[in-house]
């Protein structure tokens, strides 16, 4: 995808709060600091337009951000931060399956996990969401620079089990080398086109 304009829309909690449902959406979900923001930043080719959730003390949101008045990018927040107050953990759960099962124009959801951990329950849980409500999944493996080409194989394999993938459901990506970039976007265009 040639990406010449990227702009945020909006950001909210619920349905009354998201944009019209006239653009495909591609929304994006992981756990806090996995790499969620700059995946998105590297596609659109800029740098600070999505923020980090460095302070997860606050409500968190659900972003909307749109790419060439074509297609909307969806940030839902990050899960998993053992810092954040109980009462914004428990807001997460309704608040993104809210998202995921009521939005019409959804087409697909890339799920980030990090090429050196073991995804947890809540990255299960997710897949099981879009699993269950029909949505296709795209599992960008990030932060693949880290690691060694022997390692890539090794944790591969382990986050393929651990998710019940198959491989065309997985990508490789690095936000530093720029790696999977063009991959993540083609498998990204073919999932909306199905
Ligand atoms: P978010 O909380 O999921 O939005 O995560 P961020 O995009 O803010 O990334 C969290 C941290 O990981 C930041 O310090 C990033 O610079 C770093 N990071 C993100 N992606 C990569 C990557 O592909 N490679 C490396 N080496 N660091 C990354």
């Not at 999944?137 to 932060?143: D, F, P, R, W």
């Not at 890539?152 to 986050?159: D, G, L, S």
Request: charged residues 25%; aromatic residues 8%.
């Amino acid at each position: 995808m040639n990406v010449t304009n990227a702009e945020f829309v909006t950001s909210g909690t619920r349905p009354a709060h998201y944009p019209p449902a006239e653009l495909p959406e591609v929304a994006f979900a992981g756990r806090s600091n996995v790499g969620k923001s700059s995946l998105i930043n590297v596609l659109v080719n800029r740098k600070g337009l999505v923020r980090t959730s460095s302070t997860p003390g606050r409500t968190q949101l659900i972003n909307f951000f749109r790419v060439n008045g074509s297609l909307m990018l969806v940030d839902l927040p990050g899960y998993g931060f053992a810092k954040v107050p109980l009462a914004v953990k428990k807001e997460w759960g309704p608040m993104v399956e809210t998202y995921l099962s009521t939005r019409p124009n959804l087409g697909c959801v890339v799920l980030i996990v990090d090429i050196r951990r073991v995804p947890t329950e809540e990255d299960q849980l997710m897949l099981q969401w879009l699993r269950a409500y029909d949505i296709p999944a795209l599992v960008v493996v990030t932060k693949c620079d880290k690691v060694s080409k022997n390692e890539r194989a090794r944790q591969a394999a382990v986050i393929i089990r651990t998710l019940g993938l198959a491989r065309d459901e997985m990508a490789f990506f690095s936000a530093l080398s720029k790696e999977g970039r063009d991959e993540v976007w083609a498998r990204i265009e073919a999932i909306l086109a199905a």
